[in-house]
């Protein structure tokens, strides 16, 4: 019908997924050398989807920070990133998948500024981002499907005491049976994030034990 009306078809034009070049993923071999970055996503009660954003430290399997929100577009993620580069320094890797808010241009510009090499994995196998993907199979079962979740501050504080447990509490078979904290310290000297909810609970059990004893 087209063509006997001589209509003009419009195409739209498909954005191409840059093909990334295999190079061997990243080991860490040391604290804050790769970190692993991904999405998840999950619905309020009232139907509301809203989306995480997950970072954590391939090597000692630290969760650095989970972003909560109904959109984390890659302003957000670098804003994330940001925070956490300014309390411990940068990694030399970052490992993701292909998402679009990792392939912009403005996460490329982030990764340069900072001189971190950006290792995407091919599409469509999530294993070569292990470490992450088994951290957001814990997350899921313990808080996404064990509640229902009346609005994103109700998932902001679960996931905040969640992580708590799960950096300071949480012995891994892969750590010897260590928490992420603990397994970290045992390396070097270690320092919690300032903004996190661990490194309040650390400030507050530290101010406790260095207050001076009064006799009543």
């Given at each position: 019908?087209y063509k006997?009306n001589e209509?003009?078809?419009?195409?739209?034009?498909?954005?191409?997924?840059e093909l990334a070049?295999?190079?061997?993923?990243?080991?860490?071999n040391?604290?804050?050398?790769?970190?692993s970055?991904?999405?998840?996503?999950?619905?309020?009660?009232?139907?509301r989807?809203?989306?995480?954003?997950?970072?954590?430290?391939?090597f000692n399997?630290?969760?650095?920070?989970?972003?909560?929100d109904?959109?984390l577009?890659?302003?957000?993620v670098i804003?994330?990133?940001?925070?956490?580069?300014e309390?411990?320094?940068?990694p030399?890797y970052?490992?993701?998948?292909n998402?679009?808010?990792?392939i912009?241009?403005?996460?490329?510009r982030?990764?340069?500024s900072?001189?971190i090499?950006?290792r995407?994995i091919?599409?469509?196998k999530?294993?070569?981002n292990?470490y992450?993907?088994r951290?957001n199979?814990?997350y899921?079962?313990?808080?996404?499907?064990?509640?229902a979740?009346?609005?994103?501050?109700?998932?902001?504080?679960l996931s905040s005491d969640w992580?708590?447990?799960?950096?300071?509490?949480?012995g891994?078979?892969s750590l010897g049976?260590?928490?992420?904290?603990e397994?970290?310290?045992?390396?070097?000297?270690?320092?919690?994030?300032?903004?996190?909810e661990?490194a309040?609970r650390?400030k507050?059990?530290?101010?406790?034990?260095?207050?001076?004893i009064?006799?009543v």
């Amino acid at each position: 019908m087209y063509k006997e009306n001589e209509f003009q078809l419009k195409y739209r034009k498909k954005q191409r997924l840059e093909l990334a070049e295999r190079k061997p993923m990243p080991k860490a071999n040391g604290l804050n050398e790769v970190w692993s970055i991904d999405f998840m996503s999950d619905g309020l009660t009232n139907g509301r989807k809203f989306r995480t954003f997950n970072v954590i430290d391939d090597f000692n399997r630290e969760f650095l920070t989970i972003e909560v929100d109904t959109s984390l577009p890659s302003a957000r993620v670098i804003r994330s990133l940001e925070i956490i580069g300014e309390e411990r320094g940068f990694p030399k890797y970052i490992r993701s998948d292909n998402g679009p808010e990792f392939i912009s241009h403005s996460f490329r510009r982030f990764c340069c500024s900072h001189r971190i090499r950006h290792r995407r994995i091919e599409p469509g196998k999530p294993q070569q981002n292990s470490y992450i993907e088994r951290f957001n199979r814990s997350y899921r079962e313990d808080i996404l499907d064990m509640y229902a979740f009346r609005n994103l501050q109700q998932v902001r504080d679960l996931s905040s005491d969640w992580l708590i447990e799960y950096n300071y509490d949480r012995g891994h078979k892969s750590l010897g049976g260590k928490s992420p904290v603990e397994y970290a310290r045992s390396f070097s000297p270690f320092t919690p994030q300032q903004f996190s909810e661990g490194a309040k609970r650390e400030k507050t059990a530290k101010k406790v034990l260095d207050s001076p004893i009064t006799n009543v």
